[in-house]
Every structure is written in C-alpha cells, then in structure tokens.
C-alpha cells in the first residue's frame, strides 16, 4: 500500500521518492544512540526467521556489512554466541542481551537529504524474502435450486 501511495503520490506532485529500509533506519537509530562498531539487526518474519541485515557503525558513517536477508532463530543465536551484537524491535523478546529498538520516524526524517539515490516510483518494488505461499479457497458446492 505505501508503495502504491508513493506511486500517486509521485505523479500527483513529481516528488523524490527513496527507499529506506527499516533495518537502515534501526542502524542509523543505534549510531544516534551510542552504539558502535558492528551490529546485527534483527526483526521478526515469524515462522521462527528473522529478516537478518549487518551494519558497521564505525566513525559518522555507516556501512552496510551483508545484505538483507531471512534467518533462522538457531543461526541468530549462533551470531550472538560469536559475540554478535543483536539490535531490534522486539529482540529482547527472542534473545537475550538483545537490545530493543523500535524504527524511528525522526531517524528516517534525518537519514533523507544524506541520500541522493532517488528513484522513479515506478521502479520502487517490495522486498520479498520468501517465496508466497498460500492455498486458494476452494469454489463453494453449488446449491440446489430451490423450487
């Protein structure tokens, strides 16, 4: 929905458009917090994986370290038993010593003019980690005509 909207938006009043992530905003939130050197950020995809991205946040920058991606919960732990440092929403929740961060609007506000990377809104796509997979209802039995 928020791509579609962006999408009208865009030919309604040709604004730039960016796509920032929400792991990039929690990253960027960290730094803003103290927190540096690298981190794994992690959110809940549920089905017990996790969307799974690293950040380096050394110095005023912050440098993507491995791209987004689903994880296992045992790989996560596996991450924070190395020493990992493990940040997200709700990380807490599944991994102790974790450390909460919710997205913040102020932090995407203040990650906007340091990106130059705007795009057409018709090019922008949503992130699919996993393949769909539901099943389609079946077609209702047909009734008898009533008489």
């Known amino acids: 929905m928020a791509i579609a909207l962006t999408q009208g ?3 309604a009043v040709g ?21 540096e050197g690298a981190v794994s950020v992690v959110i809940d995809a549920q089905r017990n994986e ?3 991205v690293r950040f ?11 791209p987004l991606r689903l994880a296992q919960i045992s790989e996560i732990h596996a991450l924070q038993e190395s020493g ?8 807490p929740k599944h991994f102790a010593g974790a450390e909460g961060l919710f997205p913040s609007a102020t932090i995407l506000a203040q990650l906007v003019p340091q990106r130059l990377d705007g795009v057409p809104a018709q090019d922008l ?7 769909t997979s539901f099943v ?12």
């Open 15 to 35: 604004v730039k458009v960016l796509g920032i992530s929400s792991a990039e905003v929690l990253a960027a939130q960290a730094q803003r917090e103290g927190i």
């Open 84 to 91: 990992a440092r493990i940040i997200g929403p709700e990380a």
């Open 125 to 131: 796509e949503p992130i699919y980690l996993r393949k």
């Open 9 to 11: 938006w865009q030919l």
């Open 50 to 52: 996790f969307y799974l």
């Open 56 to 66: 380096d946040l050394a110095g005023p920058g912050m440098t993507q370290l491995e």
């Open 136 to 147: 389609k209802a079946t077609q209702p039995a047909a009734r008898p005509a009533s008489q």
